[in-house]
Nanobody, 124 residues
Framework: QVQLVESGGGLVQAGGSLRLSCAAS????????MGWFRQAPGKEREFVSA????????YHADSVKGRFTISRDNAKNILYLQMNRLKPEDAAVYYC?????????????????WGQGTQVTVSS
């Protein structure tokens, strides 16, 4: 069982950048496909990005493609999300998650372990 703790959220102006981190403990981090999701007020949680257990495969939602980059450091047990050219519509609570299945690409139901989230606010 893996525990996940996100950090790096905050307030940024539109066009700015943030890097989110997700520290994993209690499990074999490099076994899991990992993902980032977000949820804005009044909206459903949506998929943002995913990365395979080895880091060799990456998938981004169309809404963030070209602006966000997911990466992982298996030696440090950390997942990252580099967010550039942020827009007001990117504002949300961002969650990292670990999938129990190694199926690629993962589907939302594969993600079983979740962090508590970190708030990202983008001012216009």
């Amino acid at each position: 069982q893996v525990q996940l703790v996100e950090s790096g959220g905050g307030l940024v102006q539109a066009g700015g950048s943030l890097r989110l981190s997700c520290a994993a403990s209690g499990g074999t981090f490099n076994w899991y496909n990992m993902g980032w999701f977000r949820q804005a007020p009044g909206k459903e949680r949506e998929f943002v990005s995913a990365i395979s257990w080895s880091g060799g495969d990456i998938y981004h939602a169309d809404s963030v493609k070209g602006r966000f980059t997911i990466s992982r450091d298996n030696a440090k047990n950390i997942l990252y999300l580099q967010m550039n050219r942020l827009k007001p519509e990117d504002a949300a609570v961002y969650y990292c998650a670990a999938a129990r299945s190694r199926t690629w690409p993962p589907v939302t139901s594969d993600f079983y372990y979740w962090g508590q989230g970190t708030q990202v606010t983008v001012s216009s």
